[in-house]
Structure formats: C-alpha cells, structure tokens
C-alpha cells in the first residue's frame, strides 16, 4: 500500500503542474504593467482549475506523509523522479511541447537513477 502513495502522489504531482500550464497558457501573456499583473494573477488564483490544482498538491502532501510512515525517504524519493517523465511526455502530447534528443537522454539518466536509486 506504501508504494501506492507514491503513484498518488506523483499522479496529482503531475496533474497540477499540467492544470497550471493549460490555465496560465490560455490566460495570455504575462502583462507589462504591475497593476495589471495583480489583476492576472488573482484571475488565476480564483479560476477553478487553478484551485485544483493546488487542492492536488495539498492531497500529493498528504499521500506523501501516508507514504513516509512506511518507506525509507531515500527509498521512496527517486520515484518521485517518475514526475519529470510523465510531464514531458503530456506536455509533448496536449501542449506540443518538444521532445529533444537532450530531454530523451535525460529521462533516460532519471530513469537509471531511479532503477538504481530503488534497489538499495
């Protein structure tokens, strides 16, 4: 059950960091003047998808805790790792964000990290 904890949170890890790209993607570009970059980023304070978000990230916090009363933090953390995969490969498909040889090598490093970093 430990180790699922740690798809949890990795999963609404990822999910909030998509949700906060798409929203501040389809807000527009950051505005020059200060008063109207208060007025934009409180817009997206209060848009729903924001607020998930962080409501994501505040459950990825408490899946964590439930994850540590069982797992060794230097065993559990590299798994966290999994997040950089998962938000290249969606940020490729839904944002059609890049996918360089650089980004492959270093999934392919993160991942023998991880293969690595899980066995002791």
Same mark, same amino acid.
């Given at each position: 059950?430990? &180790?699922?904890?740690? %798809? %949890? ?5 990822? &999910? ?16 020059? $003047? ?42 559990? &953390? ?14 490729? %498909? ?17 991942? $023998? ?8």
């Amino acid at each position: 059950m430990s &180790y699922a904890y740690v %798809v %949890v949170t990795i999963f609404l890890t990822v &999910y909030g960091q998509i949700a906060i790209k798409w929203q501040v993607a389809a807000a527009g570009p950051f505005p020059v $003047a200060p008063a109207d970059r208060a007025a934009f980023l409180l817009r997206l304070l209060i848009n729903p998808w924001i607020i998930s978000a962080l409501a994501a990230a505040l459950l990825a916090a408490v899946s964590w805790m439930a994850a540590m009363t069982k797992l060794d933090l230097s065993h559990a &953390y590299p798994f966290m790792s999994l997040a950089f995969v998962l938000v290249l490969a969606f940020s490729a %498909v839904l944002f059609h964000e890049p996918v360089t040889w650089q980004k492959i090598a270093g999934l392919a490093l993160i991942t $023998a990290g991880i293969i690595i970093g899980s066995q002791g």
